[in-house]
């Protein structure tokens, strides 16, 4: 649905299905964006001029747009970066080297992205604290009993609400609520979840949650970094310079209140603005509609590649799924399938996806992924069917 | 259909069916070659002539698409028996190659098969693959 919206591919036979990498954009966003440069450009909060004071007023309109997006209590809670990873780095930094000491644990799932995995691996080495892993089960699922080891000992849990790899949806909401009993944050990494589902702060309770605006429609270099306000009150900033200060003298300077003081330089009011329309957008279909409209492909998807018995998949059996197929043509190298997939207007991902653990653990070196939005039809994925019998026809007469 | 030209009788049966891919009993040296964006992963295994001036024998382990084992394997067909200072000869067309650089009738010659991947170029996700063997080779024996 709503295909005629995003320019790239309206017009065009291209099945885009790397979603789960980045999203095309809707015209609505990429005008919003074209709009800012064309009429309003101008450094927010310095000039005294009309101008600059639009492009303040844009850039606060969008904080309160994003705060109301993801039912957060404050705006000054949402800090914008330019991507999630920068967001990941900004908790570990601020936050994790602050707190975490020797002898501390970081917990977080087998499934992260190294977005959310290397920055703890910093914390880690250079606090001396442990890093303890959630694994899965055989239907990719994290094990119940494998929970047990958020404890006392536990400083923060690091944790994706929709795994970049199989599609699985985590129960965030009792992870959370369990590390809050044993006295540990949560790094929420919404990334694939935002705009997939509604996201309701209020309700999940997570104490930073991260995500992208350009796998959410909107243009590539802004994140957004929502923090509870006590938490980021206590943080010392993660990039020092303009912007982020109250006074500076010549040997050391006073910084700015929240949100300003985690936003140093200038940032990305174009991407910002576009990052606004695209919340719009998105409600203006409606959640409610793009879960049934995109669970519906989802489970013809699966039914389709059931019927090609040289394709292996790796997603959940139950519902608990949103979005990402993963899978691999048997004896045939994720890398090889793609590109061929490619000749066929097919757009997909192969590798390891930025979670080499995650697929070590899975005993996989890489597969092939294809990842959907409501611009997908079912004649995206008829298109994939057919190119993944190409791949199998071209493989199978040199297997010996 | 172009970039399917890449998956041709020569490319394919080396890449599935390559008498290249095995341990050597003894060898000189042995390097890994790794391309972290796709996860490939390749063991180069070299044995040398007694006066360690030429390449005896070659073989490669490890796992990846097919372009970049049947680049192994097709590599490893056009350098053994050859003294180490002509592989590195064969190593520099075979890069300029690659690199879209003009290369003479004479050096086409001269890497035999390996010229099976002169349009990778018209691919760029796929020149690491093509890549990846022949640079483990070349940092072994510079």
Known sequence: MNREDFPLISNSDIAYLDNAATSQKPKCVIDAVNDYYNNINANPHRGTYKLSEEATKKLTEARENVRRFINARMSNEIIFTKNATEAFNLIAYSYGLENVNEGDEIVLSIMEHHSNLVPWQMVSSAKNAKLKYLYVDDNYEIFESELSKITDKTKIVAITYVSNVTGVVNDVRKIVKLAHEKGAIVVLDATQAVAHVKIDQQKIDADFVVFSGHKMYAPMGVGVLYGKEKLLENMNPFIYGGDMIEYVYEENATFAALPERFEAGTQNVGAIVGLSKAIDYLEKIGFDNIEKYENELLEYTKQELKKLDFVETYYPSNDNHYGIISFNVKGVHAHDASSILNSYDVCVRSGNHCAQPFLRKLGLESTVRMSISFYNTKEDIDKMVVALKKVNDIFGKYVR | ?142
């Open chain 2, 1 to 142: 259909m172009e970039e399917l030209d890449i998956y041709n009788e020569l490319v394919m049966e080396h890449a599935l069916n390559s008498r290249n891919k095995k341990e050597l009993e003894h060898f000189d040296s042995c390097e890994l070659g790794h391309n972290p964006n796709c996860g490939d992963e390749i063991k180069i295994e070299l044995k040398l002539s007694e006066d360690k001036k030429r390449i005896e024998e070659m073989s490669f382990t490890g796992h990846g698409c097919a372009v970049s084992q049947a680049s192994a394997s097709i590599m490893i067909d056009t350098l053994r028996g050859k003294t180490l200072e002509e592989a590195k000869e064969i190593i520099l067309i075979y890069l300029k190659m690659i690199r879209r650089e003009e290369i003479t009738k004479e050096e086409e010659v001269k890497l035999q098969d390996a010229v099976a991947f002169k349009n990778i170029s018209n691919m760029p996700a796929r020149v690491k693959c093509a890549l990846l063997a022949w640079h483990t080779l070349e940092s072994m024996i510079k």
